[in-house]
């Protein structure tokens, strides 16, 4: 029998079934949800990794990332300026290395006139109170597209790597990088950054430890935006963690915070919330999810297509982290999200 309100506006109570929690009552109007609302995302929240390249004046979409563009070092700093009116306290730095500057070894990330050395210069004296985080990882410098060094059977060498990412670790904090991001999973390296940066005065210099890195097909534009796609050869299996594993995440946060993280990321974000939840959980550091290119392309692409509403998914995704117990999320629509937390509060 259909419920209609009798004539009084009273419904009929004899239809009702009996119960004493009808959750739907908190969730009856505006205001009750804004009141019962659990988590909040706001500008704070907030990290925007962007790519630079070289040129003056310049900006290149990225196919695959539509939306996001490599911007050479001016365009970086007008788009630092831009992040600080908006709030958004730090960026993260991505360098396009020209192809000829690529080589086995990467040597030149150890280059302090290298691009992202001159990007960190050129933004903290335009920009000094935004916060920069600079990726620790060879794989934007070489000609193979590996994080690390090879060895004659094309295996990555760990131990070697890493005498290798400590100085490139030390060129960037030289250079004005507040936060070392090494993004390598080379063993031991964020002990031996520490140790580095220490012994070279660079003790207020924070690290940001990729703890939870997985070997996943969610970079695939990122390797696009960097140009190092058509360059890598194999995968990353040997040192990125397998997808099918939790209990190595916990491991691998503990290892680093032992050797002297400040803070822990996981990555990709979306498919690995129960990481960031139980590294949260765990060990309650401050806790980062980067929200990779290929998620942003996944919710960019679908949204192009009017097959979703592509603001709604955004923030949706971005809240879901929170939900998660990430202090904060690494986000291509960082910009666009920190506009619309303006405008509409
Ligand atoms: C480099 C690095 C990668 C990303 C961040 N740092 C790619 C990779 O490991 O192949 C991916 C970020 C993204 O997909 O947005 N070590």
Redesign the pocket.
């Known amino acids: 029998r259909p419920v209609h309100p009798e004539p009084s506006g009273r419904p009929d109570a004899s239809s009702k079934l009996e119960l004493v929690q009808r959750p739907r009552r908190n969730r009856k109007s505006e205001w009750a949800r804004q009141l019962l609302r659990e988590n909040t995302l706001t500008v704070a929240d907030l990290i925007w990794?962007i790519f630079v390249k070289d040129g003056h004046g310049e900006r290149t979409a990225i196919g695959s990332m539509p939306g996001v563009d490599r911007l050479s070092v001016d365009e970086a700093v007008r788009e630092a300026e831009r992040a600080a009116r908006l709030g958004i306290p730090a960026l993260a730095l991505?360098p396009y290395t020209d192809p000829a500057l690529r080589s086995a070894d990467g040597r030149e990330a150890l280059n302090s006139g290298n691009l992202v050395c001159r990007t960190l210069r050129a933004i903290k004296d335009a920009v000094p109170e935004i916060g920069l985080i600079t990726?620790v990882?060879?794989?934007?410098y070489t000609s193979h597209?590996h994080?690390g060094l090879l060895d004659t059977q094309g295996r990555i060498l760990n131990d070697e790597t890493v005498a290798v990412l400590v100085e490139q670790a030390l060129v960037q904090a030289e250079a004005g990088a507040d936060v070392i991001?090494p993004?390598?999973?080379m063993d031991g390296r964020v002990g031996a950054i520490r140790r580095a940066l220490d012994g070279e005065g660079f003790h207020d210099a924070q690290i940001l430890a990729?703890s939870a890195?997985y070997a996943?097909a969610?970079?695939?534009?990122?390797?696009d935006?960097?140009g190092?796609t058509g360059c890598?050869k194999g995968d990353?299996r040997t040192y990125?963690m397998d997808p099918a594993n939790g209990m190595e995440a916990l491991r691998e946060a503990a290892l680093d915070i032992e050797e002297g993280a400040d803070m822990l990321m996981v990555?990709?974000g979306l498919p690995y919330l129960d990481i960031v939840y139980r590294l949260k959980e765990t060990f309650g550091l401050p806790t980062f999810a980067?929200?990779?290119?290929?998620?942003?392309a996944m919710i960019e692409a679908a949204a192009r297509n009017g097959w979703l509403d592509g603001d709604k998914a955004m923030m949706e995704s971005l809240m879901a982290f929170k939900r998660a117990g990430a202090d904060g999320i690494?986000t291509?629509f960082a910009p666009r999200v920190a506009e619309k937390l303006a405008r509409e509060g």
């Open positions: 990794p991505f990726d990882a060879l794989d934007p597209g994080d991001a993004s390598d999973m990729y890195k996943s969610f970079y695939g534009p990122f390797r935006a960097v190092s890598l990353k990125q990555k990709p980067y929200q990779v290119s290929g998620e942003y690494l291509y």
